[in-house]
């Protein structure tokens, strides 16, 4: 991963202490006419958040899967999206690929629209999101944006289990915990520990207690609900126990890379080992904190009871080159009282 200075941060806005308001009517599910798959897992997702079967969107990606989108393509993708769109806040992409529109991610482009600036310099600054730390609890509404989130299909049984994480994450408060490694890879770890929480940290609202720790990985930990590093591949992750609506991610140059041709770990690989949320860059972003989610704001807005969508978009400054993937309406905490920390 290339380095890049980091400026500091200044989060001033107030977070507001009330739930999401975005229902299953507000996502647009989106499948993939040219394979089986994708269509049977958008079904899935149907039945399981009960969306209104007039939100099923099939469109025709290119017959042979590439990872990325040409422009042409994209613009062709998006024309169709926009004829069958009316009203929803979120779109809810069923593939695997494709997943990038040259340097952009597909989430980002089909979110804020397509930032050919950013590839003439990929380690460039990047563009503001109008949504970061937002307090928009109706990101059309408010903003003319639709939150975008891949759900990528590892495999049929995996991926609707992962749809069933998102479900289960509303029915019960389990004591939990978050880690937030500070590990030996500096250029991955360093740009986001000024944003760890204090450790021992808890917030007896939420039974949940927060671990900041100088350490490479955590193992056989039971009630993970967050966790957050800085590596290129991340160890023991599967002797982990991950409660259903769990954010986990690693700041690496190309984790939203999800066909894994290189040596960094994929974000897809999160969900295969149990989260329900994560994120990663499909092209080089260099080290910038803005590029990545801040778990300050992580936090403080899925605390609040924003859904994982909200949050983990509220969280990325510059999230252009950045690929949101999970289930979007996971809210484990919707229902809890305010927050208060000890």
Partial sequence: MATAIAGGMDISKKIPLRPSLLKPEDVAVIYNVNDAQSEEVAKYYMQARQVPAENLIGVELPRHAKDALSVSEFESLKAQLDAKLNQQQVLLLVWRTPFAVQCNSLTSALTLGLDLNQCRKTCDPGRDSPFFNSGSLRPWADHHL???????????????????????????????????????????????????????????????????????SIEKQTAVMFYFTGQKQVDFMLTNTYLPGAIADHLTSSGGVLANYNDQMPASRWLDAGATGSYGTVSEPCNYWQKFPNPQIVLGHYLAGETLIEAYWKSVKWPMQGQFVGEPLAKPYAKNAPLTAE
């Fill in 146 to 216: 639709r939150l975008s989130m891949l759900l990528p299909i590892s495999t049929v049984e995996s991926t609707k289990a992962l749809i069933d994480r998102g479900v289960l994450s509303e029915f019960s408060l389990n004591e939990a915990d978050g880690y937030f490694l500070k590990t030996r890879d500096v250029a991955r770890s360093k740009p986001r520990e000024a944003f760890f929480p204090q450790d021992g940290m808890t917030i007896k609202s939420k039974k949940l207690t927060l671990h900041t720790l100088n350490q490479e």
